[in-house]
């Protein structure tokens, strides 16, 4: 079939089996005789597929009654808009972690929106590590904590987030989520762009409290309002109908996988793999994450030379192995091992790495 093993950050690798059943069922959704593709958001069949996804994820995540699903457009960049449109209210401080061109995204949306400060960088080192919980000092008058749960330009993650105790922690899990349990107590919102990890474009899931998006500004635009996708069942307007049956399809995966320890044990089986060779030749593959910071989800390196980078890059590409260029903002080498890669592909992955070194060290 010629399919290969994509790195890409994202969109990213879908597993193969989601992929098949969406195959068989795209002429024909269950007898309607009508594709997905085509079904109204009204109808009885889409329903179930809204249904279905948010269930999945709640059951995924461990998710209560308390909690809230909901499928949006606009991907996570426009989360970063609607957090602080939603949360920081006149007379509050939002407090922003910088380990990300994303989280730089972020609070640069918020400053439009009211006062932001950014209460930790490692900008200075190169975003290379995220910070541990006592080093987030929060202001007075909190209106929340925004997070970059998992750096997927730079190849960090947060282990182990802060006890917040009542300033809502948010965080941008775009390409960690469902990736490995987390610990919901800490959280009040979490978005995520489906493309990395749980879907394909054109999908943002939104996972918060129900009592933390209570009582919005009713002067908000309509689609610009958390309210209007928890109170409607995400179908106030035609929600990423296919994107939802994608995410519905995935996660279903996911659970067939044996929920989230299993697939973290997976996740962290691959990624040891990767970190284990950049740590054989350390001089020749230079990981760009202070160790206690690496991302399970995306691994990047550096190479001596960028003529080597692009030698790498290229040949990789001759062995199916493809997406491993860096993220613009960083060049170098980024490998995405989401939860779709199969170890297969981590294997081939680190099989060609050792031949590329052996010939050009
Ligand atoms: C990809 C990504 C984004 C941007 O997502 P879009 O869906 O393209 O808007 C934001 N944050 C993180 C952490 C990402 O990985």
Known sequence: MGRVFNFGAGPSMMPLPVLEQAQRELLDYKGSGMSMLEISHRNKLFEEVNDQAQE???????????????????GASLQFSMVPMNFLTPGK????????????????EAHKVGDAVEIYSSKATGLDRVPRPEELVLPDNCAYLHLTGNCTAEGLEYFEYPDTGDVPLIVDMSSDILSRPIDLERFSLIYNGAQKNIGPAGVTVVMARKDFLKGRDPQLPTMLNYETYADHDSTYNTPPVFGIYLVDLMSQWLLDQGGLEKVEQNNIAKARKVYDLLDTYPDFYRG??????????NVTFNLPTGDLEKKFVEEAGVHGLVGLKGHRSL?????????AM????????????????????
């Not at 995924?60 to 457009?73: A, N």
């Not at 401080?93 to 640069?108: D, G, L, M, P, R």
């Not at 060049?331 to 939860?339: E, F, M």
């Open 56 to 74: 999945h994820i709640k059951r995924l995540l461990g998710m209560d009654d308390s909690w809230v699903v909901m499928f949006m457009g606009g």
């Open 331 to 339: 060049g170098g080498i980024r490998a995405s091992i989401y939860n």
């Open 342 to 361: 199969p170890a297969e592909g981590v294997q081939a992955l680190v099989d060609y790495m050792e031949e590329f070194y052996r010939k050009n060290r």
């Open 288 to 297: 760009h994450a202070r160790k206690d910071s690496r991302s399970l989800m």
């Open 93 to 108: 401080v939002a407090a922003y972690a910088i380990t990300s061109t994303f989280s730089e995204k972020a609070i640069k």
